[in-house]
């Protein structure tokens, strides 16, 4: 099972986050990786400040016989075409996609797998949980509904779904 999450919390080419996500999903797909599995959209405030705008979090279920470093080349061209400069981390961003789980391999990287912070991020797990319930973090054995209930509830509370 591959995972990949998206977010975004500025306008691009594309129209709105949501819109964003929407059309990144579609070019992932024109590129030959199938999507199996698709989460709801949901917002997020933003981290670490805010203020800033709100963010547009999804995770889909994908099929590919790529590598994971050919998928994290394929993912970093989408990203540029629709607008994402990389500046100070954790900066507003037009979009944002990350490898989440390729099969459960544990790997140091580039790309590390699973992604380094998963477990400790609501906005990827909730939309995980949608897209595979029951899946297994590959180090700690967790399941994604184990990960989540460990979360604190005002992070957990904080990701809804994004109105339509």
């Known amino acids: ?24 999903i579609a070019e992932i797909s024109r590129r030959g990786i199938k999507t199996t599995a698709k989460s709801r959209f949901y917002a997020t405030p933003a981290w670490p ?16 016989s790529l590598s994971p470093d050919a998928i994290m080349a394929l993912l970093h061209e989408i ?11 954790n900066a507003p961003r037009t979009l944002d996609v990350d490898l989440i789980d390729v099969d459960g391999r544990i790997e140091g990287g580039p790309p590390a797998l699973p992604h380094p912070r ?5 906005f990827v797990l909730i ?11 590959p180090v700690s054995g967790l399941t994604v509904e184990q990960l989540i209930a460990a979360l604190p509830e005002p992070e957990r509370a904080a990701v809804r779904p994004a109105s339509a």
């Open 49 to 64: 400040d805010p203020a800033d705008p709100q963010f547009v979090n999804a995770v889909i279920r994908v099929e590919t």
């Open 1 to 24: 099972m591959i995972l990949i999450a998206l977010g975004a919390n500025l306008p691009s080419s594309a129209g709105a986050p949501a819109e964003t996500i929407a059309e990144a």
């Open 79 to 89: 990203e540029s075409l629709y607008g994402r400069t990389r500046s100070a981390k």
């Open 127 to 137: 939309p995980l949980a949608d897209v595979a319930p029951g899946w297994r973090h």
């Open 118 to 122: 998963l477990s400790q991020r609501a």
